[in-house]
Nanobody, 124 residues
């Protein structure tokens, strides 16, 4: 059984930075893509960013493009989200996702595992 554990959430001021981490335990036996989604209070979960196994296929939501950077650790089982120039509208619970194969669809379909989420709060 694979488990995803997020860390790094917290409080930041607008314009500041945060770095989220997500570690996959249980050693999935095949290659997989990883991604980040978020859910703000009263809103549906939305796509943030995704990265494939070889880290040569990266996608971002328009709302975070140019501010957030997704990356994978050398061991491949960790994914990071560097959040710069954060805005109050980035406030949400951020969820890590893992999907076997080479992509994580922005729709979130076919996700094999979800993390429990980490709260990010951005104050104005």
């Amino acid at each position: 059984q694979v488990q995803l554990v997020e860390s790094g959430g917290g409080l930041a001021q607008a314009g500041g930075s945060l770095r989220l981490s997500c570690a996959a335990s249980g050693r999935p036996s095949v290659t997989y893509a990883m991604g980040w989604f978020r859910q703000a209070p009263g809103k549906e979960r939305e796509f943030v960013a995704t990265i494939n196994w070889s880290a040569d296929r990266i996608m971002y939501a328009d709302s975070v493009k140019g501010r957030f950077t997704i990356s994978r650790g050398n061991a491949k089982n960790t994914v990071y989200l560097q959040m710069n120039a954060v805005k109050p509208e980035d406030t949400a619970v951020y969820y890590c996702a893992l999907r076997y194969g080479d992509t994580v669809p922005s729709s979130g379909s076919g996700i094999n595992y979800w993390g429990k989420g980490t709260l990010v709060t951005v104050s104005s």
